[in-house]
């Protein structure tokens, strides 16, 4: 018997049973749609991540804060600094791996007023016009601050779009894109004058959902119960996201003597930063960079370790511990899944072997061989697993955008090609072994015992 004699038998025993092949198919088709639906769901969680991660500045951003002195320092607890400008002047001369370097002092908590309005940032800091590119923010409107507005502490600040809508009102209520440059707001009841305004920042889901309810909204035309975009747009915003549409930027000099000479003794202000972000060379140097980094701020510091790293890169870690974590506990599901699919359907192969003795027998007595019976079993169990396999792709599609309605993510799922054939692939091994048993005993049957069954 060749290859396509037993397929095209394969599929008229399929077709003579229905209602019970598609019984036996279920099981493939609920493993194979859950297993590329979960990697769908773990592909978009990781897209978003990484997209969180870039919009924070990369793993080549690295953060300088103060620490807790080490027991065996805390005799010279007296003599410890914390983070300073000396610090950041002694990377700009002694440190050449590290390309960009950005001091931060912020204050929290803070109250934005305009007009009877207020507002409290996420984060209010004074910096250097270097946080511009730091932290991978893009102006808007106006501009942003710039060596001479630091030099002579002017009482200027860059805010982003949630310190816009919550005191100057969002373009969803207005119905109009409003531009806050040149408008005075008070911080902390002292004046400051705005002179850029970043853009509004998202995730990929909520770009999605923004321009979905645009359009639905244009499609109602003057009909009253349009869509909110601003609901749309926020409903799924992530933490990330959030931050940096809620930060304010003013110049360093002005944090330090506006705000900070109170926090200082005797008057002085207070020369301690929040912290000092610094962003490396290349990836490749950033083990070595961290050392030049390291023992330049061991010598600023007078040799007390009172300072720490934070990296982008253990976020990174984290990231991808998440993502194997959730793959291994969805493809655990979808395995125990495909698994009771290929029990159904050795299951239906031993059942129908049963029941067609006499045929094998018939078929073994005019010369069939040990191996054309095996095939053709064999080839039957792959036939339903391959079918089942196929619904179970088209199923997935329903079941993502079924998950999508019912339960919004801040991330869009992703079906990639390499799941779907991953899935079909684990489908026909299914198919494969669990018609193993059912065709070795149909082709090991006696021909003269399987004539005289009843």
Known sequence: ?????????????????????????????????????????????????KEALVAI???????????????WQQHLADQAVGCTMNDVYGLQQSAPLVKLITPEMRMRPVLLSKGGRNFTPWNLMGTWPSALEMNEHVVQYGRMFNDLDNEFSR???VIGSSTRDALFGSPEKTGREINPVGESILINHQPFKIIGMFQHYESE???????????????????????????????????????????VYMPMNTMWIKFKAGGGTNGVPDPRLSGV??????????????????NVLMSTHKGIEDFTFRTQENWSESIS??????????????AISLLVGGIGIMNIMLASITERVREIGIRKAIGATFFDVFVQILVESVVIA???????????????????????TDNT??????????????????????????????????????????
């Open 57 to 71: 500045g990369g793993l080549e951003k690295v953060r300088i804060e103060e620490e807790d002195i080490p027991a």
């Open 321 to 334: 511990a998440s993502i194997k974590n959730a793959r291994m506990s969805g493809g655990i599901i979808s």
């Open 386 to 408: 391959l079918i089942g396999g196929l619904a179970g792709l088209f199923t997935s599609n329903l079941l993502v955008k079924l998950l999508v309605v019912i339960s919004p």
């Open 205 to 247: 889901q909520d770009r999605k959902m923004r321009a979905q309810a645009e359009l639905l909204n244009q499609q109602g035309g003057t009909n009253k119960s349009k869509v909110n975009p601003s609901s749309a747009n926020r409903r799924g915003s992530s933490y990330v996201f959030e931050l940096k549409n809620s930060t």
């Open 277 to 294: 972000s610094v962003k490396v060379r290349s990836i490749e140097l950033f083990e070595l960079a961290l050392q030049q980094a390291r």
């Open 413 to 454: 799922p992703v079906i990639t090609f390499e799941s779907m054939l991953m899935a079909f692939g684990s489908s026909v091994a299914i198919g494969i072994i669990a018609g193993f048993i059912p065709a070795l005993k149909a082709a090991r049957l006696n021909p003269i015992q399987a004539l005289r069954y009843e």
């Open 155 to 157: 009482n200027v600040c």
């Open 1 to 49: 018997m060749n290859l396509w004699n037993a397929i095209t038998i394969g599929f008229k025993e399929i077709y003579a049973n229905k209602f019970r092949s598609l019984l036996t198919m279920m099981g493939i088709i609920l493993g194979v749609s859950s297993l590329v639906a979960m990697s769908a769901l773990v592909k978009g969680m990781e897209n978003g991540m």
